[in-house]
């Protein structure tokens, strides 16, 4: 069985300043992808960044980036410039490579506040 | 667009009642996936659908939960009798197929609380 573990419950951040949030993750699969979901307050989930396991080069969308250590089984989330709005709850997520399942299986999250 | 929809948003039962949610998915959208929310937890799958048909269900307390997605398009998840455990928030998703590939829609939730 899979299962991951978000170790930060809450964390905090200066506006503008650059924050990481921890992410491991258990699985005696070879393919699988991961994901970094943000929750905002009372707003729908929404994705944030995707990694596929058998791509070495850690994934960027903007702002957001990841440390991928596969060996390691972690995958962190790197917020540059941090915003108001990026004030949420993050979930880390494993989902197996397969054709027919799209089960994801969640962190407990960690909740990120950002201070004007 | 229009995003994935759902209702109640909120709901409050006496424990033994008996609760319906309902989700619309994105048009088009052949899968869709009811999660449980419990405060503090990160979501878990309850069941998946593609089209009308079950993909997995293997977290779905069958005892006191079913669902159903007639027509492939909207879908229902019932509880009956409810239980206090129950409290949580139910998230529809769904994707144009399944896998990793086609990401995930999320509904705004139903938060139950079961008094």
């Known amino acids: 069985a899979q299962t991951v573990t978000q170790s930060q419950p809450e964390m905090s951040v200066q506006e503008a300043e650059t924050v990481t949030l921890s992410c491991t993750y258990d699985t005696s699969e070879s393919n699988y992808y991961l994901f970094w979901y943000k929750q905002p307050p009372s707003r729908q989930m929404i994705l944030v960044i995707r990694q596929e396991a058998y791509k070495q080069q850690n994934a960027t969308e903007n702002r957001f980036s990841v440390n991928f250590q596969k060996a390691a089984k972690s995958f962190s989330l790197k917020i540059s410039d941090s915003q108001l709005g990026d004030t949420a709850m993050y979930f880390c997520a494993f989902m197996k490579r397969s054709s027919n399942t799209g089960k994801l299986i969640f962190g407990q999250g960690t909740t990120l506040q950002v201070k004007p | 667009e229009a995003g994935v929809a759902q209702s109640p948003r909120y709901k409050i039962i006496e424990k033994r009642q008996s609760v319906a949610f309902w989700c619309n998915p994105i048009?088009?959208?052949?899968?869709l996936y009811w999660y449980q929310q419990i405060l503090g937890q990160g979501p878990k799958l309850l069941i998946q659908?593609?089209?009308?048909?079950?993909?997995?269900d293997s977290q779905l307390p069958k005892d006191r939960f079913s669902a159903e997605r007639l027509k492939g398009v909207d879908s229902t998840l019932k509880i009956q009798p409810a239980k206090l455990e129950d409290s949580a928030v139910y998230l529809c998703?769904?994707?144009?197929?399944?896998?990793?590939?086609?990401?995930?829609?999320f509904g705004p939730g139903t938060r139950l609380t079961v008094t």
């Open positions: 659908f593609q089209n009308n048909g079950v993909v997995d």
């Open positions: 048009s088009g959208h052949a899968t």
């Open positions: 998703a769904s994707s144009l197929v399944a896998g990793a590939s086609y990401e995930q829609y």
